[in-house]
């Protein structure tokens, strides 16, 4: 599968943006999807993932409450709802693919990666 993230941008603090995820292929469905990011000089974190079956949803403790994930099979498309965006949230977001997986919280639990949507929240 090949993934292709866009919807970054540059929004002041407290505000929303939607990140998607698009898909190619026909066996989206099949696929544990995540977001993760990666800040200027820090590693990447997992931000929020949804299992294959979408039976599981997991979020990082840093974005409860204000983001949330969810999936569209039909349109290949994952998506991120990010509200009440704060500074720190600012870094490129990946989204991440890997086949019959439930949700993993690590960077090598994905096999398919998208290629990066930055976002900027100014305070």
């Known amino acids: 599968v090949q993934l292709q993230a866009f919807g970054g941008g540059l929004v002041q603090a407290g505000g929303s943006l939607r990140l998607s995820c698009a898909a190619s292929?026909?066996?989206?469905?099949?696929?544990?999807v995540a977001w993760f990011r990666q800040a200027p000089g820090k590693e990447r974190e997992f931000v929020a993932g949804?299992?294959?079956?979408?039976?599981?949803?997991r979020y990082a403790d840093s974005v409860k409450g204000r983001f949330a994930i969810s999936r569209d099979n039909a349109k290949n498309t994952l998506y991120l709802q990010m509200n009440s965006l704060k500074p720190e949230d600012t870094a490129v977001y990946y989204c991440?693919?890997?086949?019959?997986?439930?949700?993993?919280?690590?960077?090598?639990?994905?096999?398919?990666w998208g290629q990066g949507t930055l976002v900027t929240v100014s305070s």
């Open positions: 991440a693919a890997d086949q019959y997986s439930g949700v993993g919280l690590r960077t090598t639990s994905y096999n398919y």
């Open positions: 292929g026909r066996t989206f469905s099949t696929y544990a």
């Open positions: 949804i299992s294959w079956s979408g039976g599981s949803i």
